[in-house]
């Protein structure tokens, strides 16, 4: 029964990310030749799809990893310590950024998950209905991931760029305004 529960959670929430990302983009995407990623409505990717980060030459970071981190410390740090370096109470998500792809990032970010082991047992909750968190989860991850490959020190980001239109219009449908 909470398998299912779960499964269902995953599935709404990635249901309702899809359908709001669908909305928010409106340009043509774009391909950088070097990286392989591509930027649609100021928003990264990887080659295969998955949300990333792009960090400029002069350390500008783009829209949505500096939204991330300021999602991540309004909704995450209080376990998972500042500049998810991990704390006494929950592991550094700057670590597991390292091993985890953003499916199985997602999956235990909406559904949770529980470790336990002979020392101690650690519980993540379920945030696939918490739309603090899962509208911004793209961000949140890419954040993340910015900071696991070294691209981005800890501390709020110098520089970022500015908030693309297609992020209000994502805000706007993700929390029901119009």
Same mark, same amino acid.
């Given at each position: 029964?909470?398998?299912?529960?779960?499964?269902?959670?995953?599935?709404?929430?990635?249901?309702?990310?899809?359908?709001?990302?669908?909305?928010?983009?409106?340009?043509?995407?774009?391909?950088?030749?070097?990286?392989? =990623?591509?930027?649609?409505?100021?928003?990264?990717? +990887?080659?295969?799809?998955?949300?990333?980060?792009?960090? #400029? #030459?002069?350390?500008?970071?783009?829209?949505? +990893? !500096?939204? *991330?981190?300021?999602?991540?410390?309004?909704?995450?740090?209080?376990?998972? *310590? &500042?500049? $998810? %370096? *991990?704390?006494?109470?929950? &592991?550094?998500?700057? %670590?597991?950024?390292?091993?985890?792809? !953003? &499916?199985?990032?997602?999956?235990?970010?909406?559904? $949770?998950?529980?470790?336990? $082991?002979?020392?101690?047992?650690?519980?993540?909750?379920?945030? $696939?209905?918490?739309?603090?968190?899962?509208? @911004?989860?793209?961000?949140? @991850?890419?954040?993340?991931?910015?900071?696991?490959?070294?691209?981005? &020190?800890?501390?709020?980001?110098? =520089?970022? #760029?500015?908030?693309? %239109? #297609?992020?209000? =219009?994502? %805000?706007?449908?993700?929390?029901?305004?119009?």
């Amino acid at each position: 029964m909470r398998r299912a529960k779960s499964l269902l959670t995953l599935i709404g929430a990635l249901g309702m990310v899809a359908a709001l990302q669908a909305t928010a983009q409106t340009d043509k995407a774009q391909t950088d030749k070097q990286t392989g =990623k591509k930027v649609k409505d100021g928003k990264w990717e +990887t080659a295969d799809g998955f949300p990333t980060f792009n960090i #400029a #030459a002069d350390g500008t970071v783009d829209w949505y +990893t !500096y939204s *991330g981190f300021r999602r991540y410390h309004s909704e995450c740090h209080v376990c998972h *310590g &500042p500049d $998810g %370096e *991990g704390s006494t109470y929950a &592991p550094a998500l700057v %670590e597991s950024a390292k091993r985890l792809n !953003y &499916p199985e990032f997602l999956q235990i970010v909406a559904s $949770g998950r529980q470790v336990v $082991g002979a020392a101690q047992q650690n519980v993540m909750p379920a945030l $696939g209905d918490n739309p603090n968190v899962m509208c @911004y989860i793209d961000d949140i @991850y890419v954040y993340l991931k910015a900071r696991a490959e070294g691209g981005l &020190p800890r501390g709020r980001p110098p =520089k970022r #760029a500015d908030k693309p %239109e #297609a992020a209000d =219009k994502y %805000e706007k449908a993700c929390f029901g305004a119009k």
